[in-house]
């Protein structure tokens, strides 16, 4: 990744709930992501891309921490798995297309 680019972010459904992930993969299916997932046990799983800006604004302090570590490095990150607080703070308006994966 090229220094100061800001990550992907990426709501994604698994089988264990939801995730909310930032990514500086170029893109959520790239083989090398995916074999990540499927390590964690993430096989098939339904994603969505979320505003970046929207997603550094209510979750400010971790965000930036986790940015900072990608800065060098094609990677992923997880920035909350609790489900239920990742459905308050996002309504389902603000989601992109969904990215369906089925291993």
Request: proline share 4%; no cysteine.
């Amino acid at each position: 990744m090229t220094e100061g680019k800001t990550p992907q972010t990426y709501l994604i459904f698994t089988g264990t709930g939801p995730i909310l992930v930032l990514s500086t993969y170029p893109e959520l299916t790239d083989d090398r992501l995916l074999k990540k997932l499927r390590y964690k046990g993430i096989n098939k799983f339904i994603a969505y891309e979320v505003d970046t800006e929207a997603v550094q604004k209510r979750y400010h302090g971790s965000f930036e921490g986790i940015a900072e570590d990608l800065l060098s490095v094609e990677d992923i990150r997880v920035l909350d798995f609790n489900g239920h607080q990742i459905m308050a703070n996002f309504s389902l308006d603000e989601l992109g297309a969904p990215i369906k994966y089925s291993g």
